[in-house]
């Protein structure tokens, strides 16, 4: 139905409305445009009765005071007019007034007026002749236009009086002066109670008439838009309140009944479209109510064999409840088998026998069609079914086949997994139900997924007993454990390992001798760190022990879980500390081959100056010979408390250390033995270097042993070789670096430079443990080693000045 069509509930409303609205503010405007009317009427009339009665003033106070006051005054026959006419003076008075100070109409005019400017006009001569024909009447008020303007106009008849004779009646009785001024023909002639003259007083109302207007106007306009506005505001409310709710019900109407067909057979639609909202809702509420009591009157027909078909359909429900319950009771069952069996071939042992039983047929089947056509038949000892030429249809589309007494039914997890068929059999032809076929191909999925599990489960199992077999290989120490440090899983290796502590892991804290909770490498570090964690232990009995920590789920101390690998390094340890000793010793060797010159030359001094003394003669001053011999023993004895110095033992726990000094020192016991050599050996120590705790003996090794390696490398007579120390403050670290002018290290040796028995040195120079040796102190102490070519070798060592294993606090 269109909005504005004319059977619109809403069209009509709004064009009664606006009839009413109209019709009112017709009549507002109106009553104030006669209003206003009235009230300028009355305004005008007061302004008009007011110029008149100053004009009668005037007039009277000439007559009745100045005219007789100048007769007394001046001799008998004259006569001033300016001072004694009362025609003249009230028209100069009003004249004035009119110019000076509004827009008034004024005029006294008469026929055959003495002034012709005050000779009566065809529009004055009207009102004349109306109070001539009027004698009665004393005033005329009404509108007339003046000069293009509009005007209220009050006019009144001028009657000659005896005193006005003398100077309008005969000539020979007026004043000589009106004589000369005026002349003797005009302004005579009159007679006593004559109507000859009018005064005429105007007011304007123009202006006013137009103020009305534009009132009117501005009040039509503003009532307009007032009541647009009105409109716009009734018209949303009337939308939302009343039309939408009935075209709503409405469109309920056409939407239930457009497909009945009974409804259609009356017409009621049809009817529904004869008429606006409200119509339309009482013919269909109407029509409805008969509808609906032609229906009650079907039903009430259909209700005499209600309780028949309700009989009826009960038993088709019990009937249908019973199939169900077994349906339920079947998958119950089976999902008990499934719980029960360990193989595919109990499971369809157990199986068949409850869908025979179910569907109350007389064998059933399961064909694998994978590779090894096995099949699980019930009762045992059939044969196998022969299979339908569609076969491969029923598995790749996964759709049933039902024939006159058999069913194959796809069994698969998915409908893109079948793995075989189940095949059923029935002692007749029997029709089987929409019901029952969805339930045999659920039941097909369900077996599908019951086979998935039941393989997923045994690969489990294989894949279980191979893992725990790998474990159990590993001959050191393995666990998984908890963030709580509960052991999950472990082998033999750290079975043994905790009886080797007096502990057993099935007791709260298997590891305790091992302080994993206060450890840097403890479970709960490397759950929050993400990454796994490494570090060295020494347990109470002396032994060291290599731990590391692989998380294995991400997330809280509660919630991950870490693999723990425990390695005795204990011999290792031992080895390294011999090697070390060794390496030390050897370089210990060198330096006592080259001090031998050294001390050799201070004892020759004092062995030839101890002869002089022998033989001096007595009473011969000693005293020089003595200190010459006192020098060179001091000078022995430096070299001799410096090389022991380096070659004795040193505490094994961490130190404060100032490394500025120890290379200092170091470079002062390799300087003899470059200096032998012909080679320049300098330190270069950066200034308030920081002191850090650490294991005194593994940095004196790492001195010695880069020291000697670059001693070998630079050529006699032309080498240098440079020793710094610095802080990175930015990586809170300390640098050491020493640095060669020798041939340097090739690219494909520095790979392998750090490696065991590797040397790049003649055969019988070299050990191949030196760079080894210091590879593994550096790793010892949480630090860095790593080689350049840069005119020779640079090796840069890098140490840190918080570590707390290994030597470092």
Avoid at 151 to 168: D, E
Avoid at 299 to 318: A, K, W
Avoid at 709 to 725: C, F, M, Y
Avoid at 739 to 746: K, M, Y
Wanted: proline share 3%; net charge negative.
């Amino acid at each position: 139905m269109a909005l504005f069509g004319s059977k619109n509930l809403q069209v009509k409303f709004l064009l009664g409305l606006g009839t009413i609205v109209l019709s009112l503010g017709i009549f507002f405007a109106s009553s104030l445009y006669f209003h206003l009317s009235s009230l300028l009427d009355s305004q005008v009339k007061d302004k008009a009765d007011l110029l008149f009665s100053q004009v009668s003033g005037v007039q009277q106070y000439v007559r009745e005071t100045l005219r007789p006051k100048m007769y007394q005054e001046l001799s008998e026959g004259e006569f001033i007019i300016e001072a004694m006419s009362s025609s003249y003076i009230s028209r100069a008075i009003m004249d004035r007034l009119n110019m000076a100070h509004s827009e008034y109409y004024y005029r006294r005019v008469a026929e055959n007026a003495r002034n012709p400017l005050f000779e009566i006009n065809d529009k004055e001569k009207s009102l004349l002749q109306y109070f001539r024909a009027h004698p009665g009447e004393e005033y005329w008020e009404g509108y007339r236009d003046v000069d293009g303007d509009q005007y209220f106009v009050k006019a009144r008849p001028v009657k000659f009086k005896a005193s006005c004779l003398s100077c309008h009646g005969v000539p020979d009785d007026s004043p000589k002066v009106l004589l000369e001024r005026y002349g003797a023909e005009r302004g005579f002639g009159h007679k006593r109670d004559e109507v000859a003259g009018l005064v005429v007083v105007g007011v304007p109302v123009e202006g006013a008439v137009g103020q009305i207007r534009d009132a009117t106007v501005g009040y039509a306009a503003l009532y307009g838009g007032g009541m647009l506005l009105f409109f716009g505001l009734v018209q949303m409310f009337f939308n939302r309140l009343i039309m939408n709710n009935l075209r709503r019900l409405t469109n309920k109407f056409r939407s239930l009944f457009k497909e009945d067909e009974e409804i259609a057979e009356i017409g009621l639609l049809e009817k529904l479209e004869y008429g606006d909202e409200i119509e339309e809702v009482v013919q269909g509420l109407e029509d409805l109510g008969e509808h609906v009591h032609e229906m009650h009157h079907q039903l009430r027909q259909h209700s005499e064999n209600l309780e028949q078909m309700v009989e009826v359909r009960t038993d088709e429900l019990q009937t249908e409840a019973m199939e169900r319950r077994a349906d339920v009771e079947l998958f119950v069952q089976l999902l008990d088998s499934f719980n029960k069996s360990g193989s595919r071939r109990e499971m369809w042992r157990a199986a068949l026998p409850m869908i025979v039983k179910r569907f109350k047929a007389r064998e059933a089947c399961f064909i694998c069609m994978f590779a090894s056509q096995n099949y699980y038949v019930w009762p045992e000892g059939l044969s196998k079914p022969k299979l339908p030429a569609t076969w491969k249809d029923i598995l790749s589309e996964y759709k049933p086949l039902y024939e006159s007494s058999r069913a194959y039914i796809p069994v698969g997890a998915s409908d893109a997994a079948a793995e075989g068929l189940l095949y059923i059999e029935w002692e007749e032809e029997i029709e089987i139900t929409e019901q029952d076929r969805n339930v045999l191909l659920a039941l097909g999925q369900q077996l599908g997924i019951a086979m998935e599990n039941l393989t997923a489960l045994h690969n489990l199992l294989r894949q279980k007993d191979m893992l725990q077999a790998i474990v159990e290989g590993i001959s050191d120490p393995l666990l998984l454990m908890d963030g709580t440090y509960n052991i999950v899983l472990a082998n033999e290796a750290a079975r043994l390992l905790a009886e080797s502590f007096g502990q057993s892991l099935s007791e709260g804290d298997a590891l305790a001798p091992f302080r994993m909770h206060d450890a840097e490498c403890s479970i709960q570090s490397a759950l929050e760190q993400g990454a796994p964690l490494f570090c060295e232990m020494k347990v109470e009995d002396g032994r060291f022990f290599s731990i590391s920590v692989f998380p294995v789920a991400a997330g809280t101390d509660q919630e991950g879980r870490g693999v723990v690998y425990i390695r005795d390094v204990t011999q290792e340890k031992r080895m390294l500390s011999t090697m070390q000793q060794s390496e030390k010793l050897a370089t210990v060797g060198q330096l006592a081959a080259g001090l031998a010159h050294e001390i050799n030359n201070p004892l020759s001094v004092i062995k030839c100056y101890a002869e002089l003394l022998k033989g001096a003669e007595a009473g011969h001053d000693v005293t020089a010979d003595a200190q010459v011999i006192i020098k060179h023993a001091s000078q022995a004895e430096n070299v001799l408390q410096e090389l022991l110095n380096f070659a004795r033992p040193k505490k094994a726990g961490p130190v404060s250390l100032n490394l500025g000094k120890t290379v200092m020192d170091a470079v002062n016991i390799f300087r003899v033995q470059a200096d032998k050599k012909g080679v320049e050996i300098v330190a270069d120590v950066m200034d308030g270097l920081p002191e850090f705790v650490v294991n005194e003996q593994s940095v004196e090794q790492i001195l010695a042993n880069l020291l000697k390696n670059a001693l070998d490398a630079v050529a006699p007579k032309e080498g240098r070789i440079t020793v710094s120390a610095s802080h990175v403050e930015a990586e809170s670290m300390l640098e050491l670096r020493v640095a060669d002018n020798g041939p340097g290290i090739a690219e494909e040796d520095r790979k392998k430079l750090f490696d065991p028995f590797y040397s790049t040195k003649e055969v019988g120079k070299g050990t191949g443990l030196g760079l080894a040796v210091v590879y593994g102190l550096v790793q010892e102490l949480g630090g860095s080693i790593h080689v350049e070519a840069h005119d020779g070798a640079v090796f840069f060592v890098r140490l840190p000045l918080g570590h707390t294993e290994g030597g470092l606090a």
